[in-house]
């Protein structure tokens, strides 16, 4: 099928050049002009295991092309995915639409034959009802359309594999000729027995808020058991094997630490509170986890100021800024709060990050944090380590070339990632979240 994808950033593109690897024909626009000129040429702005590959093969088969001409794009194709960002509105904390509604529009302007309009990006609930009325209001030639929900839920870091084996997909649909056509897309997927969940479109639209924001409270809660921890003794990873073990409480997302970060979490649990107040109704859970995550990814900076006090002239090491592993986005992660609060108090930061070094760049211009290209030579006179990211890398550290390099011998563990007795058994002060 002829497949457009509008707005080309994480899910955007990481969608639309799997549905080519699925074997449609996908237009990825954006308005973006020098990502797309880069696109063209190969050249990938996200870092993301397996994509680039992808990406060159399907473009060399010549089933995936990008462009900034967005008419173009909802011209040439039967089905249009708007993917553009959904950003929190810093006022409110509701769901900023304006670049949907945006496409939107231009969907109206340019249909030029019967197509559907997916909704990929995060939508509150009533969304895809705004849209259809912001198309018809553009559709001079009343030409017939549907609107369609289909979450996305593929997980940075992972998101090729989830894309192409998810646990399921979801779609909201509002008539049967949109769900045929809906199915026909999937039919790959179907095919290798993944469930795709057809359902009434704001289900569909509720069910991604739902989902993100019960897995942003199970963080939350075992945040708070840490938490907890460190005021009553017990140790937070043996009380996560020990929850996750029972089948019905499973072991994902139990990993205590400095909080939930990245471009969906924090929005989508903020943007759900907000729908509920619009809708008179008050979100008491969803509340008490986005109130415990800010918090808490104040935990390792507080540990640093209650243990040094004072940090003029202190180099203070981040090993890890992206907001998780194995993704170059640092988008709300727990190191930025804690740069920023580091950097106030007149402290040095000496950086390390596999990947995500140039984002930390866009976000801080200041000659007091140094970047290395290895998390050793991020540790040359420093005062303190801090771990911000769970990178596999950190796991297991040479502490007799730390204790080489560093001037104090103080670790602030903000993942968990080590062990509190090793550390301490060559000499370390070790700080951890609940351990
Ligand atoms: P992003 O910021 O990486 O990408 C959005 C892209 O849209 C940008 O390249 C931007 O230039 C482009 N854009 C904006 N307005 C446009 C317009 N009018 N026409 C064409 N392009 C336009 O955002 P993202 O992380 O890909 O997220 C997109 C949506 O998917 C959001 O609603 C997000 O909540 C949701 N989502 C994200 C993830 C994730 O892991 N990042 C996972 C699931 C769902």
Redesign the pocket.
Known sequence: MRLAF????????VTGTCMAEMGHDVIC????KK?IQNLKKGIIP?YEMGLEELVERNIKEGRLTFTTD?RHAIEESEVVFN?????EDKKTGQ?DLQ?VF??AE?FGKYINKYKIFVN????PVGTAEKVSAIIKKYNKKNIEFDAVSN??????GA?VKDFLNPDRVVVGVSSERAKKVMEKIYKPIARIGRPIVFTDVKSAEII?YASNAFLATKISFINEIANFCEKVGGNVKEISKGMGLDSRVGNRFLQAGIGYG???FP??VKALIHTGKENGYEFKIASAVDEVNQKQKLRAFQILKNRMKNLKGKNVTLWGLSFKPRTD?IREAPSLDTTENILAMGGNILAFDPVAEENMKKNFRTKKIKYFSNPYLALKNSDVLMIMTEWDEFRNPDYEKMTRLMRGKIIIDGRNVLDRSEAESEGFEYFGIGV
Not at 120 to 123: E, I
């Open positions: 509008i707005g080309t950033g994480y899910v955007g593109l626009a954006d308005i973006d990502k996200i967005i993917a553009v960002g959904t950003p769901a670049y945006a496409v231009s990929k990006s995060t939508v979450p996305e839920f593929l997980r940075e998101a991604k990245g471009s969906c929005k989508d986005d």
